[in-house]
């Protein structure tokens, strides 16, 4: 195989290629999570969604629809809904969501981890479908998953599992501030708990998170899990790679090969003289 021919630099430059389209137009860009009921315990059964938080990259503001939200325009207490109160709640908080997202065709959806039937884009159809709401669409090239891109960009080892999840984990790891986000297993608490404004701060802080994520990947500054020799390979392009996107670095070089090249001079006219 060429050394200029590296299957991890292809990666990264698909990663950095989809980074890019979201960075140039920031401004139909937006930044989604939502909290639900846990799908582990529920034997197929399609999890309650109990707020979705939705960010402009752009503008850094910030929409959300909630369940306690809905319970306090219906002036009822939300730590004591029955299911069919909490039917009607939803229905309502989720069709108010896919009015939002058809309004918004034209915009880039960046999410953690939304991508099927337990916890994605569709499940929230799915729920819409279940309660007789409107569903909503969205191009499947218009949604951005961005822990995958991470995995492109610094490979899938740019962070840990546990024990908190890569999301948590690696907002620890880069001083993001995690305040009021829970954990997988402390949303399934909450839930249990009817504690949906907990769910909903959580949900809050996590797409604060993700905007941080963003920003320290685009200026070249996310601390990730990996050394460079995992993300660029090393081969003779993949160092190459490195010097470039390293400011410090290439400066070093760059004034290592002005003295070198200072001090070859006069041997090189001496040769030419000569010759």
Known sequence: MSIFNSPRLRERKQGLASFAELAKDKSRCFIIHYSCESFVTLHGRTPRVTSICIKSLGTAQTISFSIHLQAQFARQGFDSLSDGDYDTLEVAMLSEFSTFVKRHSGYRWIHWNMRDSNYGFEAINNRLRILNGDTFDIDDDRKYDFPRMLGLIYTYGYE??????????????????????LTGSEEATAFDNRQYLQLHMSTLKKVD???????????????????????????????????????????????????????????????????
Do not use: C, M
């Not at 996107?245 to 001079?265: D, K, Q, R």
């Open 160 to 181: 840990a599992n546990r024990p908190k999840g890569r999301l948590l984990n690696l907002a620890e790891r880069n001083n993001i501030s995690t305040i009021n986000a």
């Open 209 to 275: 998170v993700i905007e941080s994520i963003f920003q320290r990947t685009e200026v070249g500054e996310l601390k990730v899990n990996v050394d460079w020799k995992t993300i660029y390979g090393t081969s003779l392009v993949g160092i190459i790679n490195v010097v470039n996107e390293t400011p410090w670095l290439l400066a070093i070089v760059s004034v290592i090969s002005l003295i070198a090249g200072a001090a070859l001079e006069p041997i090189i006219q001496r040769l030419f003289h000569t010759a």
